[in-house]
């Protein structure tokens, strides 16, 4: 732990930034403590905001952020411990009182209601009168001048439903202002957005504080806390563990923070090697001088393979299931050779899903679809994975797991016709398996008895991982493969990516998370609105170069051929990814 | 002529699917399916019946019959919102409550098993026939307007948008500081007025109570309530579609064209092809039935 902890040493920006008195902080929360049921999510955490500062709130998955703030919003009431706003003791205060003392939170799941419009979800609980009805006219243009004034632009009468993820944010963030916040606080608020929205947001943040307002970040991304905030609290299991100034500290140490160990290939996966997406117009752009990771533009030259592509797409195409004319997958051509990985980024709901789901066979589509040279599309789901694809589903609760069954079970679900005596499952095998796999993939707590429920969400997804790379396959789809998993086992999953692509698994890799996919990937692809825009090699897919494919201000669709050529990864190649 | 009594006929039928769907849409709306209606108007019009008896005025009959359609929602709302019973069992539990009730205190009041004794009620009966007669009772502009000022007050006012917002998200409207436990109480007991209402202008239409005598309508109002996509502008069109589907079935059965049990099922037929073949990607409030 640094030396600089859990005392308020400094107010941040400012240059006359000294010892603050208890009631000049903002937000004063001490010794907070919360139990749900049995779990402790917040054992005696601290934080210590004063005004006017962008403060990160970090720590990984389960570390209590997100319950510390909701107590801070008054969603959740401590079970001990104070919490004190602008010097005022408010412990255990309601939402409503919040709101009126200021408090705003932006959460992370988005709190609007997507059947009416932005002006009427930012008005929602106070809306303007004329006489007894709902003046809609003046809640526009209220919504409208507060949009101009925060650079928070969003047409009032669109329905929230038709908006897009970047704009909900911008709806959430205004509802805040709307109710007259000055302490602002997100929750994860980057999850969703392409990284030209994500500078936006940036600008947004840091104009907010230097009008005097308060914001506290809560994130697990390192990159974003170096990029804007002026201090740091790092969390670990439920308490505070480091307050930190960020001009005094490294990504590394503060991942160590967060951790309570060393992680050097996290580091990979969490942005610290990768040009920061998120350094704004200020020049605080010391992420990106550190450039890619070993430029890889020999790898340009190298001759494509002989050897035929592990999967491939040719004009795969899938239509929603309640409207045949819209498009959720549009012609998608593409090809992974063994030995290489092809990371799809793109934000959340462009056509992703349909394309894991098409491959997996869980999908209708049309169009050609290729494994080993085989033609699998009339093949089932049972068929696909027999013939050698293996997938890690995007929602691992939902398509991944059953909850309710126990570890062992859950290691060969879709498998199960493998674990056979005759008529019945062979519960010896079926045991020895589970043993093997929990040992391998170092599921905790090594008990193949305890329902899938019981683990953490990390564990959870170990188990998926283990049924799915503990076996024989040729090609792999991974979906969101470390979405809600803590640092330790996002390390743990990226090696073992990294392992399957060095012993000749082709692997496509799907994820929200535009680090882990440049952290991991051969070549890069950018998915919008269900089409393929772009295929890059990785050497030159930076966070800037993808950006407007992303948000669909750069487009140019591949064919087959082109991509064929850009392939970047010879086979069989040794590879530095997996640096130690 | 046939028209004017055709469209009587349809107005007077379509008047208990007014209220009571008006209810639905209420309740649909924070969150609450609108299973229990037709107990909601079965306990309404018994009331309503017990009011007109005891004091022989049809206006203090109405309140009693608002007032026990509310009471009923009440036991639903306390269930349903603080106890977070299913609402699925507990709507159907309401049902059969009000059956049993209404059975047990028509032989505790009027010692019948069938039926209650005449009371008064606010004319315009069918016996007067025609449209003029029908617009004679006062009941009748009260469920006209129904609808439309349902219509005004979700989407015109404040307490409108917030009724909308707690069906579709609650926790949005909670983490506003709405309260959506409040709203929703509002809302369920709203619905019972509603439903009681229709009870009631059955009730006094047919000047008694008889046994079970809401006959399903609670369910067809529903089924307005789904195929106008809780809408109350296409709810009335759908309530009225459903009244004249039954006014045909009442006319061609006194022709005796075709045999009457196959015109009897128009309604119902009509209620499933509407539901099934029209609705179907009408999207239904997204918290309906949920307790978060």
Partial sequence: MSGAERSPTSAGSGPTADTPLADELAIRMRGITKFFGAVRANNGAELEVPAGQLHALVGENGAGKSTLMRILSGMYEPDAGSVRVDGRDVTGWSTASAIAAGVGMVHQHFMLVPTLTVAENVVLGREPRRGPSFDRARAEREVNELGASSGLVVEPGRRVADLSVGEAQRVEILKTLYRGARILILDEPTAVLSPPEVEELWTVLRRLRDKGGTVVLITHKLDEVMAISDFITVMRSGATVSRIRTSDTTPREIARAMVGREVALAMDAIGGMIPSPASGGDGSTTTTTQAQPSLRGTDLLAPVPAAPPALELRAVSVVAPDDARRRLLDRVSFTVAPGEILGIAGVEGNGQTALVEAIAGLAQFTGELRLNGRDVAALGVRARSDAGLSHIPEDRQRRGLILDFNVADNLILGRQHHFTSGPSLDRGRIAANARQQISAFDIRPPDATLPARALSGGNQQKIIVAREMGRDFSVLLAAQPTRGVDVGAIEFIHQELRDARDAGKAILLVSADLAEILALSDRVGVMYRGRLVTVLPRAIATPEVLGPYMTGAADNPVDELSIANERATPVGRPRDGGRA | ?292
Avoid at chain 2, 169 to 178: I, K, W, Y
Avoid at chain 2, 180 to 195: E, H, P, T
Avoid at chain 2, 236 to 252: D, G, M, N, S, V
């Fill in chain 2, 1 to 292: 002529m046939i028209g004017i009594i055709f469209l009587a006929q349809t107005i007077r039928i379509a008047m208990p699917y007014f209220f009571a769907a008006a209810g639905g849409v209420v309740s649909e709306r924070v969150g609450i399916i609108g299973l229990s209606l037709e107990g909601f108007m079965l306990t309404g019009a018994f009331c309503t019946v017990l009011g007109s008896y005891y004091s022989g005025d049809p206006w203090i009959g109405l309140l009693c019959g608002i007032a026990g359609g509310m009471a009923a929602a009440l036991i639903l709302a306390v269930a349903t919102i603080r106890f977070r019973a299913d609402q699925v069992v507990a709507g159907i539990a309401i049902n059969l409550l009000a059956i049993g009730a209404t059975r047990f205190f028509l032989r505790l009041f009027f010692n019948s098993s069938s039926n209650s004794p005449r009371v008064v009620g606010f004319g315009g009966e069918q016996s007067a026939g025609g449209l003029f007669a029908t617009f004679g009772n006062p009941i009748v502009w009260l469920g006209l307007i129904t609808l439309p000022v349902l219509g005004l007050v979700l989407y015109r006012t404040p307490f409108g948008l917030r009724l909308r917002a707690v069906g579709e998200h609650p926790q949005a409207a909670r983490s506003l500081g709405v309260s959506v436990n409040r709203l929703r109480y509002i809302g369920v007991i709203l619905s019972g007025a509603l439903a009681g209402l229709g009870g009631a202008y059955l009730a006094s239409d047919q000047h008694q109570f008889t046994d079970g005598m809401t006959a399903g309508r609670g369910f067809i109002a529903l089924a307005a309530v789904i195929f106008g996509r809780w809408d109350p502008k296409r709810v009335a069109l759908a309530c009225l579609l459903f009244a004249a589907a039954e006014t045909l079935q009442i006319q061609l059965q006194g022709l005796q064209l075709v045999p009457s049990q196959f015109v009897e099922m128009i309604p119902y037929v009509l209620t499933i092809i509407a539901l099934v073949g029209v609705v179907g990607r009408a999207s239904p409030p997204a918290a309906l039935g949920k307790m978060e």
